[in-house]
């Protein structure tokens, strides 16, 4: 009896505290380490500072989401960005030229991505607060995320 007191208590508390929120994964990632990916990966198209305007970016026909947009980027949940990252834009009705990562990063890997992503928007992400759902469905702009 005292046991099963204790475990339901450590799991309250967990609830509580947010840990096990869904909305408390990308503070989990480690946005360094996210950046250093993003840097290696997703600069390509999204750009070094996350405007969607990097080197390849020209030649897709639909300019890659700007991560800076908080406006936008505020309003997708972590679980929506994490999996357009790990299954590419075409998984969520994106753009289908956002390459599925899921073959090259590990789960860690991407929840970091994701954690660097959130600390580019403006105005600053604070979590599950606008995250809800997806937002509303767009051509221009397609999140295409990591």
Same mark, same amino acid.
Request: with cysteine; aromatic share 8%.
């Given at each position: 009896?005292?046991?099963?007191?204790?475990?339901?208590?450590?799991?309250?508390?967990?609830?509580?505290?947010?840990?096990?929120?869904?909305?408390?994964?990308? /503070? %989990?990632?480690? #946005? $360094?380490? &996210?950046?250093?990916?993003?840097?290696?990966?997703?600069?390509?198209?999204?750009?070094?500072?996350?405007k969607g305007d990097g080197p390849a970016a020209a030649a897709l026909p639909v300019k890659p989401q700007n991560h800076t947009n908080g406006?936008?980027?505020?309003?997708?949940?972590?679980?929506?960005?994490?999996?357009?990252?790990?299954?590419?834009?075409?998984?969520?009705?994106? /753009? %289908?030229?956002? #390459? $599925?990562? &899921?073959?090259?990063l590990k789960d860690p890997e991407i929840w970091s991505v994701i954690a660097y992503v959130r600390s580019l928007a403006v105005p600053p992400?604070?979590?599950?607060?606008?995250?809800?759902?997806?937002?509303?469905?767009?051509?221009?702009?397609?999140?295409?995320?990591?």
């Amino acid at each position: 009896m005292r046991r099963s007191y204790w475990v339901s208590s450590v799991a309250m508390s967990l609830l509580l505290s947010g840990t096990v929120a869904s909305g408390a994964v990308a /503070a %989990q990632g480690d #946005p $360094a380490a &996210g950046k250093a990916t993003y840097e290696k990966i997703c600069a390509t198209c999204h750009g070094t500072t996350g405007k969607g305007d990097g080197p390849a970016a020209a030649a897709l026909p639909v300019k890659p989401q700007n991560h800076t947009n908080g406006q936008y980027m505020n309003t997708l949940t972590d679980e929506y960005l994490f999996k357009i990252v790990k299954e590419g834009g075409a998984s969520v009705g994106k /753009a %289908q030229f956002m #390459p $599925a990562w &899921g073959s090259q990063l590990k789960d860690p890997e991407i929840w970091s991505v994701i954690a660097y992503v959130r600390s580019l928007a403006v105005p600053p992400y604070h979590g599950g607060s606008d995250a809800s759902k997806p937002a509303a469905q767009s051509t221009a702009g397609a999140p295409a995320k990591k």
